[in-house]
C-alpha cells in the first residue's frame, strides 16, 4: 500500500511544531528549562549552526511519521481521517517519545521538573502535528 501524502498540510504542521517550540521553550518555560537544564543565559557564544537546521529537520521527520501512520490507520480501521492521526500521534508520543525521555531522564540523573517539560513539549507537538495534518486532510 502505497500511502496518500498531503505535503502541505506536512510543511504546515512542520512549521507548526518549530514555532511550538519557539514558545515552549523561549517564552513559557524558558527560565525553568534553563534552570533544570543546567543552562546559562549567556548561552555558548560559539553556537552551532545545527541548532537552526536539526529542529525543523526532526519536525519534518516527526510530521511525515505522523502524516505516514495517521493514514494506515485511517485505511486500516476505517476512521475519520483527524481521529486516525490524533490518536496516532499520541501513541507515537507515548510509546517512544515519553518512554525515552524517562529512561535518558533516569539515567542522566535530571531532575523530574525537567522530564515535565520536555515530555509536555513533545506531547504538544504531538497533537499540534496530528490536529494540523488530520484538519487539512488527506
Not at 33 to 62: E, H, Q
Request: hydrophobic share 55%; with cysteine; net charge neutral.
Amino acid at each position: 500500500m502505497q500511502a496518500e501524502l498531503n505535503w502541505i498540510a506536512i510543511l504546515a504542521a512542520t512549521v507548526i511544531c518549530f514555532i511550538v517550540g519557539a514558545v515552549w521553550y523561549g517564552f513559557l518555560f524558558a527560565k525553568q528549562w534553563m534552570k533544570y537544564a543546567n543552562l546559562s543565559k549567556d548561552g555558548d557564544k560559539n553556537t552551532p549552526y545545527g541548532v537552526f537546521l536539526i529542529p525543523p529537520t526532526a519536525a519534518l521527520i516527526s510530521t511525515i511519521i505522523i502524516a505516514h501512520t495517521g493514514y494506515i490507520t485511517h485505511v486500516f480501521y476505517g476512521i475519520n481521517f483527524l481521529a486516525a492521526t490524533l490518536t496516532s500521534a499520541i501513541i507515537l508520543w507515548l510509546g517512544f517519545s515519553f518512554t525515552t525521555l524517562v529512561v535518558n531522564n533516569v539515567f542522566e540523573s535530571r531532575p523530574w521538573q525537567l522530564l515535565v517539560i520536555n515530555s509536555g513539549y513533545t506531547l504538544v507537538l504531538a497533537i499540534a502535528a496530528g490536529l494540523t495534518i488530520g484538519l487539512v486532510g488527506v
